[in-house]
């Protein structure tokens, strides 16, 4: 099992990006699939999961109504769609796949496999 997160890079604020995390080794829609990321000096947090029907989302507060998590069965792939970013989006971003729940979750503890990472940096 393989993820490999890539797309960050230096963005203004209320400028976009798109992350894109490669699964190998498994089938993306086989899971649920979340993002989460890391702001310098803080812990890591949840940022969005979809479920693995691809008919349910959910969001943190302090993304929702600006990212948009999806995928692409066909290249199986997910994606993390970033608009109206702000320099608190600064930050690692993790892909991660949950291997057990049936449920979509928030926890860090309840991921099995992770990214590398990407780093987004907003500048004010």
């Known amino acids: 099992v393989q993820l490999q997160g890539f797309g960050g890079g230096l963005v203004q604020a209320g400028g976009f990006l798109r992350l894109s995390c490669a699964a190998s080794?498994?089938?993306?829609?086989?899971?649920?699939m979340g993002w989460f990321r890391q702001a310098p000096g803080k812990e890591r947090e949840f940022v969005a999961v979809?479920?693995?029907?691809?008919?349910?989302?959910y969001y943190a507060d302090s993304v929702k109504g600006r990212f948009t998590i999806s995928r692409d069965n066909a290249k199986n792939m997910v994606y993390l769609q970033m608009n109206s970013l702000k320099p608190e989006d600064t930050a690692v971003y993790y892909c991660a796949q949950d291997r057990h729940s049936a449920m979509i979750s928030v926890r860090l503890d309840e991921y099995d496999y992770w990214g590398q990472g990407t780093l987004v940096t907003v500048s004010s």
């Open positions: 080794g498994f089938i993306c829609s086989a899971y649920n």
């Open positions: 979809l479920n693995r029907r691809g008919d349910r989302t």
